[in-house]
């Protein structure tokens, strides 16, 4: 993984800590290698070190489970409208949000970003990168 993506992954799952962030976490115990789904509560620092429902793990390689775009609900659709954002599908595949009024108000973005950040969308392209998984329809279920 370079340093930009390093970065990008960092800096994507700290906002989403306080949303139990499900990830896939490569770490050492006892026993040798594991890889392991956990629910990351905090990270102490950029070396890998991560509080999850068990404890502190050490671990230099995670992938966080994210929701793609085209997963959003009619529900959840209705919210991104009712804050003036429409989604837009790209050829790549990856869906971006615009701001329908042309205009992007602070309180609109903040809502935008809280929003997709609690119901674990990948807004950033992260599984089209390889640095996230997708998630499994019953990892983040929606009301």
């Not at 340093?3 to 799952?13: K, M, N």
């Not at 906002?15 to 594991?34: A, F, M, P």
């Not at 992938?63 to 609900?73: A, D, E, F, N, V």
Request: glycine share 6%; proline share 2%.
């Amino acid at each position: 993984m370079t340093q930009d993506e390093i970065t990008i992954l960092l800096t994507d799952v700290c906002g989403r800590l306080k949303s139990n962030l499900i990830c896939k976490v490569t770490h050492k115990d006892s026993e040798g290698w594991k890889e392991e789904d956990m629910v990351l509560s905090g990270i102490i620092d950029d070396e890998g070190y991560f509080t999850s429902e068990n404890g502190s793990v050490h671990s230099c390689e995670f992938k966080p489970y994210l929701r793609p775009i085209s997963s959003m609900t009619e529900e959840e659709k209705k919210i991104v409208r009712s804050y003036g954002f429409e989604l837009i599908p790209y050829d790549t595949g990856y869906t971006g949000f615009a701001n329908i009024e042309n205009c992007i108000d602070e309180v609109s973005f903040r809502f935008m970003e809280e929003f997709l950040n609690t119901y674990h969308f990948d807004y950033r392209g992260l599984i089209s990168m390889g640095i996230a998984l997708e998630a499994k329809e019953e990892m983040y279920k929606t009301e």
